[in-house]
Every structure is written in C-alpha cells, then in structure tokens.
C-alpha cells in the first residue's frame, strides 16, 4: 500500500509541511537582513564603541549595536516565518479538511437517501486508503440492501403470481355454478377442491420457505442409517411411479452408510427430489436412487432419464419459483419452491444438494450429500 495515501501520513505530512516552512522562513530571512546590513549603517555605532573609555560607556555602546543589528533581523525574521507557518497551515488544513469532510458529507447525503428508500445511491472512492476502505464498504453495503429490496419485490410479485392462479380458477367455478354454467356435481366439487389444495399447499409451502430462508428450522440431528431410510423413501413413492409406468429402483452400495443429519427432514428431500424424478420422467422411463459413500460424505443420487435440464437453467434451479417449463410445472402442480427448501435443508444439516444434466431429453441426477456419522 502506497503510504502516501495513507490519510494518517498525509495529516503527518501536513503538520511537517507548517513546522518546515517555519524554520526555512526563518532561517532564510536571517540571511537575507545579515546580507542586507549595509555597513555604513553600523559605523556610527562601531566609532562609539572604539571611542568608549569607561566600562559604562562601553557595555552602552555593545548594548546599543546589538540592538539595532539583532533585535530588528530576530524580530523580521520570526514575524515572516509565523505568518508563512500561519498560511502553511491554513492550506494544508483546507486541504485535508476538504480530503476528509468531503467523503464524509458524500457518506452522509448517502446514508440520507437509502433511509429514504432510494437503494441505487452509491458514493466516490476517494483517494486516501482509511477513506477509501469506508466507501467501498458502504457501497457494498448498499449493493446488498438493494439486493435485498429486488429480491423482496420479487418474492411478492411471484408470489401475488402463484396465488391468482388457483383463486382465478377458483372464481371461475364459483361463478359458473351461480350462472348455471357448471352443475353442482360432485366432478365440479372435486376440481374446486383441487384448486383449494393447490392454494393451500402453496401457503404451506412458503411458510416452510420463509422458515428454512430466516434460519428457525429445528433439526434434530442424530447418527443414522441412511441404507434404511432410502428404502422406505423409495417404497412411499413407488406406487405413484408405477402408476406412471415408471421403474423406481434402488441401487445400494453398501449394506450399512451412518449420515449424521435429521432423518425426517433428509426425507422431506429425498421425498421431493425422487418427486420431481417421478414428475419429468415419461412412462416407461427409469429412476434410479443410489445411496454410497464419496469423498468421505455420504450421497444419495438420483437419477432419472427424463426430460432433462437445459444447461442454461442449472444455476438457477434452486433458486424460488424458477420452473424451466412453467407451464408444464404448472399445469403439474409445482410451484418451484420445493428445490429452494430442499438445498436450504440440506445446507442446514452441513450437506448440499446439486443438479446435473446433459441437456433436454438426456435426464437429470440430483445429488443429496450429507455429513457422516463420526
Ligand atoms: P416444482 O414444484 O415446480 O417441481 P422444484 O423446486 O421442485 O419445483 O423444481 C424446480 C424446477 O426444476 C421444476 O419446475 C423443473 O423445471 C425442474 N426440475 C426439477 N427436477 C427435475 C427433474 N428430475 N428433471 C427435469 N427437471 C426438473
């Protein structure tokens, strides 16, 4: 770090400066009155000192010369040399007060607006390092808080999104039955329930995600099989597989593999990852749930060959609300949150879940990596 920028060295500096133009003011006009005593101007004083006879007479003389060659260059030359201190200082303080009050105003006016609201405002980075540290902080700061207010008016408008959905189609079947348009028939009943399940499932959803986003899940962590656990997954969801026509097998590696994670919530999980698997498969295609130990952590991979991710939408498959076929995962039932609460889980516990694909068409494997027991 160049020290120059430093404001600690540049204030240093600045009271040297002062001291130094002092002294060299002094020094200088010293000199200049010593040169420019003309010596005419001493010899009356010279003469009477020779010609003093008494001791009186001569400490007069002395006292008398001294004076009118001293007392005029000492007093010159200190008056000089306050007054170019006195304006030293004076410039070197408006220089610093303005390298210092400057920032701090542009901190201030800052500070000011995104109290305001105003979340775009952003300050110069002055030059001096403290300084400059304190302004690439508090653009970062502001960077975040700006992060944070899109995000937020993200969450709302996706959220106002998902929520018309089935309250529209609610209100479609409402006012068919009024109009006469739909019998009030037990078919009608069910596709309303269905839509109120929608809505509430979705409500559930979010609340589990606000949960998981703010960090209040309980985990109750504990030393567990994961060999077991897999399996009672697998058998839950293999009848929707098969009413899929599709092959839910399960590949295990090892007899036993102890994970130290919450059991319930690794099978919140793998329950909506093997889901998703059974969801974007087509009939008579097949999904494959292997459990092993990799890298010293304990995985669970599920793979399927189903319709695939594209890879541009990897990176933001866990992200809330993204679906890469909207309408599709809609038209499904998801709502794209269950992958965000999945990961969080899985972060939560000191794990990870990841997605790959080799594109559209050539199926997915998401992979739950938990801690081992130790
Ligand atoms: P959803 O409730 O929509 O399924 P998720 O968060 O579980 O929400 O999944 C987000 C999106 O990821 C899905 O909409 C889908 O586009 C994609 N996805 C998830 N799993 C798979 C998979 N096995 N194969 C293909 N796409 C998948």
Redesign the pocket.
Known sequence: MKFWRQLKWRIIAGHMLVVIVGVLMLSLMSEWLILRTRPEDLKPLVDALTSANTPAAIDASTAQLIEAFYRDAVSRSLLVAAVSAILAGLLTGAFLAREILQPLNQLTTGSQRIAQGRYSERVTIPSSTELAVVATNFNQMAEALEQVELTRVALISNVMHELRTPLTGLEGYLEGLMDGLFASEPETFALMSHEVRRLSRLVDDLQALSKVEAGQISLQMTDFDLVPLVSRVVAQLKPQAVAQCLKLVENQAQPQIMACADPDRTAQILV??I???I???PEEGCITVSVQIADNTASVR?S?D????PTE?LPY??ERF????RS???S???????????RHLAWAMGGDLT?A?DGPGQ??T?TLILPLAR
């Open positions: 909506n990852v889901g998703n698997a969801r974007y498969t599920v399927d189903g319709i695939g991710i939408a498959l866990f993204y679906r890469v076929d599709r995962a809609r499904s039932g998801g709502s794209g949150i269950g992958l965000t609460i999945s997605a694909s199926g997915s998401f």
